[in-house]
């Protein structure tokens, strides 16, 4: 007979956990990480877990607190930081994941729409996963495991002293109440806060200060002319590396070599000698530069084979899905005939708060102007909302919250979406915005569902108040969700690029009867060098000039073409200065959907390569959507990552000889390891720098093209003939900080995980 379960807090116990300081850490970091996942989902469509380096560095900074004469903390309080920090990082991937095709589509967008779509999807997913805690939580415990929520468990105990912990297992005094970061979480958390303030420092040295070149690139010649190597060597792109580890890097870094090292060299050998351009470029093949070849055609195919690797994975976990939308739905069915909670550590926010709050989330849904949301939308909002959130939790509770099928549920939601509005004939401009605002709701109810229930089974294990857990990350939510907007929209204001239209649409006329928008200038450093004032107007066709948003004078002549800097392709302005944009893969991936079932005007032939590139690796046996991610992305992204996934085998190796461990218990706490500690700050540091780098980027224009002079005549680390390899040196130093870290742990310890507790003990 199974032993009931006791929580490491007693449920008669009432111990401080839901305080103003708690609350105001937890959104604070949530801020901080959401900001980074944001950054990094616009650069390679993926995001890393916060909750593990939130929870260690609560552990630290109420450690230090206490040491300063404050008080401790108690782990239900740190339970409640990590709570409210990891909404961020779950509002950030549907925002990078759907928002930017608006731009894609070539439509503006509007920090009101993009806060809304955050705000409301945020809240709309922790509501409504709210009803299933007690039939997913605690009926299914020893059934779904939680991976994530039951690791961070175990960080938050491991950062227990060791009285405090006897306490707490013998359940004999309120002792247990004070869970103060430990030995263990002292020394995790400087590991984050040293991977953060290096990452920091790094980007900023080499992206602002232009101390060495940061993508050391080579062209290639003979047979693979056309083709070219580089690294973006970022600390943020090393640490997500470190973080996957070898398999996704590798097969990122796979996608990344067809496109260079194959298709388009095949591209320069058979249509070289083309005497003019070749569709849908628009110059000729053989002066095309790696970038143009990427942005005329690869970019095509590689949105193709996202766009089917996203279907096929989706298709894959059919059975999982059906399976979760039964066994979500009987649950729900459960919990509402459920009897009512008594103990503490059963107390859920009323139900008719959240029977409330998500009835007054959809009648704003509906009076939101800038959403373009009709009745109908917010129909399949409340029901693809509902469907995806109950099989977010429960997929979450089986397989982890890094194998959830997010990205398929949008596309799913989309397709379905956009398929309704065609057999209606909504097919305007504005039928986009409502499609697509339906998709990123969906979305980030459905990643902020996981979550929800990966923290709330972290609370269930310590023993929690669940109503605590629900404010606080209702809080946190709200909070992420209102500064990632306004960040998301400086990011592409920053990497905006205005091109002349003569270059790219000569003599380009607007139609008398088109629509246009309101009076605006250019933005940024551009705004200085034309004051004047325009309006502007989207183009949906490629008739004349490729498609997207274009200024036009009072003469209806247009003047400049808007490249914006999510999915852009012109990285340098007219005056010769070059900007980093964002490539956002799995964004294309959702504009092309409603582009192909709304639109119906795409390159076709292109896509339909991609589609079979994806194909013939299913039927390989290779799962074909990160490899379509790396086919999409310069191979100057996925190369940092494999180098990360390199270091994270060896590493992985060294340690499975060195404690004598089985495969699964070197990966469990290789996830929880130093190294892994350390990319996470690394990510961190090298986003946050990256963000505030960018939003100085209209500020220090001058200084910028000052810097970039000086380093180009007389830093051989980013200019001359030596600066490729050169500036490996600081990135091979970067890298050798992973190695380092968890050559030391080893050091110190070579007994199993299980007499350790979650990382070196000092």
């Known amino acids: 007979m199974m032993r009931p379960f006791k929580p490491y807090i007693a449920p008669d116990q009432h111990v401080p956990e839901l305080s103003l300081r708690a609350v105001m850490l937890g959104t604070v970091l949530g801020m901080v990480f959401g900001a980074s996942s944001l950054y990094l989902v616009l650069k390679v469509g993926l995001t890393v877990s916060a909750s593990i380096p939130v929870a260690v560095i609560s552990l630290a900074l109420f450690r230090l607190w206490s040491k300063a004469g404050g008080h401790d903390a108690t782990i239900l309080e ?16 549907g925002l990078g994941v759907t928002m930017p095709a608006i731009l894609i589509l070539g439509f503006d967008l509007e920090l009101s729409r993009v806060m809304l779509v955050a705000v409301l999807g945020g809240l709309l997913g922790i509501l409504m996963m709210i009803p299933l805690r007690r039939a997913l939580i605690v009926a299914q415990h020893g059934v779904l495991k939680y991976p994530e929520g039951t690791a961070c468990a175990e960080v938050l105990k491991a950062g227990v002293r060791k009285d405090a912990r006897d306490a707490a297992e013998n359940a004999e005094s309120g002792a247990a109440a004070v869970a103060s970061a430990g030995p263990t979480g002292g020394l995790n958390a400087a590991t984050v806060f040293a991977g953060f303030g290096v990452g920091l420092l790094y980007k900023t040295l080499m992206s602002a200060f232009k101390l ?28 997500v590396g470190y973080i996957i580890g070898p398999r996704i890097a590798g097969i990122l870094m796979a996608g990344g070599a067809l496109s260079y090292l194959l298709l388009m060299p095949m591209i320069r050998f058979f249509a070289g000698a083309a005497p003019g351009p070749v569709p849908p470029g628009t110059i000729p093949v053989a002066e095309m530069t790696p970038n143009d070849l990427r942005g005329a055609y690869i970019l095509y195919i590689g949105a193709g084979a ?9 298709l894959r976990s059919w059975p999982l899905l059906m399976h979760g939308i039964r066994s979500g739905l009987s649950d729900l069915s459960r919990a509402v005939q459920g009897n009512r909670p008594v ?37 399949l909002i409340v029901l693809f909302g509902f469907l995806f959130v109950t099989v977010s939790s429960r997929l979450t509770g089986e397989i982890g919250s890094s194998s959830n099928p997010i990205s398929g549920m949008t596309v799913a939601t989309l397709l379905l979406t956009c398929l309704i509005f065609l057999s209606l004939g909504w097919t305007e401009p504005a039928h986009y915005v409502t499609a697509l605002s339906v998709g990123g709701i969906v979305c980030i109810a459905a990643s902020n569902g996981g979550t929800t229930s990966q923290d709330l089974k972290t ?8 109503r605590a857990q629900q404010v606080a990350i209702l809080i946190g939510a709200t909070a992420s969700a209102l500064l990632l907007g306004p960040i998301l929209l400086r990011l592409n204001e920053a990497a905006t690029v205005y091109v002349p239209a003569a270059r790219v649409a000569p003599g380009l006329q607007v139609p008398a009867d088109a629509p246009l928008g309101p009076p605006e200038r250019l933005t940024g450093p551009q705004g200085r060098q034309d004051p004047g004032t325009y309006r502007g107007w989207h183009k949906t066709s490629a008739e004349g000039g490729p498609p997207g948003k274009y200024l036009v004078n009072d003469e209806g002549r247009a003047v400049w073409y808007v490249d914006p800097g999510i999915n852009g392709r012109f990285r340098t302005r007219p005056d010769g200065s070059e900007v980093q944009k964002f490539d956002a893969p799995k964004a294309t991936l959702m504009s092309y959907i409603i582009k192909g079932v709304l639109d119906r005007e795409l390159p076709w032939g292109l896509v339909l390569f991609g589609v079979m590139i994806a194909a013939i690796l299913e039927l390989c046996g290779v799962s074909s959507l990160a490899f379509a991610v790396g086919v999409y992305l310069p191979i100057s ?11 994270r085998a060896w590493v992985d190796r060294c340690r499975r000889r060195h404690q004598r461990l089985s495969a699964e218990e070197a990966a469990i706490l290789g996830d929880r390891s130093p190294g892994v500690l350390l990319a996470s700050g690394y990510i961190a540091g090298g986003a946050i720098a990256g963000i505030g780098i960018a939003f100085l980027a209209g500020l220090m224009t001058d200084l910028d093209r000052r810097l970039s002079e000086w380093a180009a005549a007389r830093n051989p680390f980013y200019g001359g003939p030596a600066a490729d390899w050169l500036a490996l040196l600081p990135f091979l130093l970067l890298a050798s900080g992973l190695v380092w870290v968890e050559r030391r742990a080893l050091r110190r310890t070579g007994s199993p995980p299980s007499s350790q507790g979650v990382g070196p003990a000092s």
């Open 78 to 93: 740190h339970n409640v930081v990590q709570t409210a920090g990891s909404a961020g990082e779950s509002i950030a991937f």
């Open 212 to 239: 060495w070149k940061d993508v050391p690139e080579r062209l290639l010649g003979g047979p693979l002319r056309g083709g070219s190597v580089g690294a973006e060597i970022s600390p943020e792109l090393l640490g």
């Open 306 to 314: 996202v766009a089917a690797g996203g279907i096929i994975s989706l």
């Open 343 to 379: 103990h503490r550590t059963e107390r859920d926010l009323p139900m008719t708060w959240v029977l409330g709050g998500i009835a007054a989330l959809i009648v704003a849904i509906l009076l939101a102007r800038p959403l373009h949301m009709n009745l109908l939308g917010a129909v």
């Open 459 to 466: 609370g269930f294990l310590l023993g929690a108040t669940p």
């Open 637 to 647: 992204a996925s190369t940092p990552i494999f180098v990360g996934g390199l270091l």
